[in-house]
């Protein structure tokens, strides 16, 4: 006879079966049947309690980057749900794996205005990849199936499945199959090999390539793929802020970050190329600038698995739709090998002038009683974290500095907010990935802004004791919006100063480790510190207020229009 088993079981026997490692999620009364048997499954399925629905939504998001395997989470309905939204949003940005399950009245009850009842249906569809109410239990290992399949292939992103209380308790036959199929759904699309062949012609005839390697790269698990054919075109590979990782910070070829931030190199030659291979990237604002600047010059040509990428913000002169492993792989025997010699020591003679320049940005100075800067704080933690680090940032100056001092020498090792900004992304996020990369080092960079809109999961690394070191840039501001009252609006600070709590003995509270630092002469020690415990540790680096985030590329200028300063701009001539 059919074994009968509650919808509930259903859920937590599909979630084993599909090989889950962690739960994040929070309880509520909507979702308890569903709790209630995950009880009996922790010996293959470990929960994670979190303190926020928020910060368990990052957490899986931190999980699913550094392991390429969708994040899951689950908690109850009404606010529970509602308070999911800006993790979805971050993750469909940033295509993100996550299957989200969320508690839901009774089916009779729907449209009652039940207590906790709210149309999670309606607020979540605009920002998952797939959205779906299961109001009977027979329908559950389907919609599971089905959620992680369409969560984990194509261009991979967050899916909800609504689970109403009656689904949960009601009985439905046991078995589950794993979804490798869904018509009209097709997420691995076949490379054409006549646009493969047009684009090593393209590369073979070019004097100035420039490949732009996007998160794409990383998600097909390409960055072999990318690191052969550069070497055998001889093209230099600049990444956006996701991208960073795919190919090692040391290798010669790659010669930095694009984008707003971005190094000199990359910036002033993308308006210098002759022929641009986008792989991976979808061409974001803050990586182009005005459209009708960017890149006049070139010819462009787009690798992407996402066909409504295609001509989206930066009209190309070809497309190839497709996974980004598969086709750099098909493209690599037909292209030439090359020699772009003058044209690859043009992007260092750039980034070498970038480096005099700035250099006091960086803090390369002698002063060992002034405060730390954020670009000395992360190129120290930096070089003591050693290789295979992981750098988790929230958003801001903390996010831009960490990213452009840290040095990658393993791919996945760059975890970050890109497409939604949010403040509050970092601290959950190091201990997702923490907990899905336990051998790895996790250093996560933080603003006292972005900290206090997730502190309470010092909580959940309390509870679990996840080893993650939290380099605090404390400067009392919002300071990446300081930074633009400064620039940009007459240094009107408006709502940006903050008084903060003693972040240390917050840390006391929670059983964590902590340290402060205010001079240059105490940060290597400090960070030694930091680095050599086995325990969870924050280490506050009281930074000057004025400290700002050059080189920076303003709002509306092109790419190759670089502030290195509040008065010097860097724009070679032609």
């Not at 993790?87 to 996550?98: E, K, V, Y």
């Amino acid at each position: 006879m059919t074994e009968k088993i509650t919808g509930a079981e259903a859920l937590i026997r599909g979630l084993a079966a599909e090989n889950t490692e962690l739960v994040f999620g929070y309880p509520g009364g909507y979702i308890i049947p569903v709790f209630d048997k995950l009880y009996d499954f922790t010996d293959r399925l470990r929960p994670i309690l979190t303190r926020h629905e928020q910060g368990a939504m990052h957490a899986a998001q931190g999980y699913a980057r550094v392991t390429h395997r969708p994040g899951v989470v689950i908690v109850t309905s009404g606010p529970a749900a509602t308070n999911l939204i800006t993790g979805l949003s971050d993750a469909m940005m940033d295509s993100t794996p996550l299957v989200v399950i969320t508690g839901q009245a009774p089916s009779s009850m729907l449209g009652t205005d039940a207590f906790q009842e709210t149309d999670v249906m309606g607020i979540t569809q605009p920002v998952t990849k797939w959205s779906f109410q299961i109001r009977h239990a027979s329908q559950v290992s389907e919609a599971l199936a089905r959620a992680f399949h369409i969560a984990s292939t194509g261009r991979p992103g967050p899916v909800v499945l609504d689970f109403t209380k009656d689904a949960q308790t009601g009985l439905t036959e046991a078995g589950y199959e794993p979804c490798r199929f869904i018509r009209s759904y097709i997420s691995h699309p076949e490379v054409n090999q006549f646009d493969v062949k047009r684009l090593a012609e393209m590369i073979n005839h070019a004097e100035r390539p420039m490949i732009l390697a996007g998160q794409g790269v990383t998600i097909s698990e390409a960055e072999t793929e990318l690191k052969t054919l550069a070497e055998k075109a001889d093209i230099p590979v600049a990444s956006t802020l996701l991208g960073l990782s795919a190919l090692p910070s040391g290798h010669p070829l790659f010669k930095g970050m694009l984008g707003m931030h971005g190094n000199f190199g990359p910036n002033i030659n993308t308006n210098r190329a002759d022929l641009i291979i986008a792989v991976g990237m979808r061409f974001d604002d803050r990586v182009t600038g005005p459209t009708d600047s960017y890149a006049t010059q070139a010819k462009i040509a787009h690798i992407d698995i996402d066909e409504s990428e295609f001509n989206k913000n930066i009209r190309v002169d070809l497309k190839i739709h497709g996974d980004a492993r598969e086709t750099l792989a098909a493209l690599i025997p037909l292209v030439n090998k090359a020699c772009h010699k003058e044209w690859n020591e043009s992007f260092d003679i750039h980034n070498a002038r970038e480096h005099d320049l700035i250099a006091r940005e960086a803090a390369y100075g002698t002063d060992p009683d002034k405060a730390p800067t954020m670009g000395e704080t992360a190129r120290l933690v930096s070089e003591a974290a050693g290789e295979g680090a992981i750098l988790v940032t929230d958003v801001g100056q903390n996010q831009m500095l960490s990213s452009r001092y840290f040095r990658f020498t393993a791919p996945r090792s760059i975890i970050t907010s890109g497409g939604l900004g949010t403040m509050g992304f970092g601290l959950p996020a190091a201990i997702g990935a923490k907990m899905g990369a336990p051998h790895r080092g996790v250093y996560l960079f933080t603003g006292d802004g972005g900290l206090q809109m997730t502190i309470q999961e010092l909580g959940t690394i309390m509870q679990y004791g996840t080893p993650v070191k939290i380099i605090l840039l404390n400067n009392n501001f919002l300071g990446n919006v300081r930074q633009w009252q400064s620039l940009f609006f007459n240094n009107r600070f408006s709502l940006t100063e903050m008084v903060n709590p003693d972040f240390g003995k917050l840390c006391d509270a929670y059983g964590i480790e902590s340290v402060s630092v205010a001079t240059r002469a105490e940060l290597p020690d400090a960070i030694r510190r930091l680095v050599d415990s086995p325990r969870p540790m924050l280490l506050n680096v009281n930074i000057d207020e004025t400290d700002m985030v050059f080189p920076m590329t303003p709002p509306g200028a092109a790419v190759d229009f670089i502030m290195i300063n509040q008065a010097e701009t860097y724009r070679p001539e032609s």
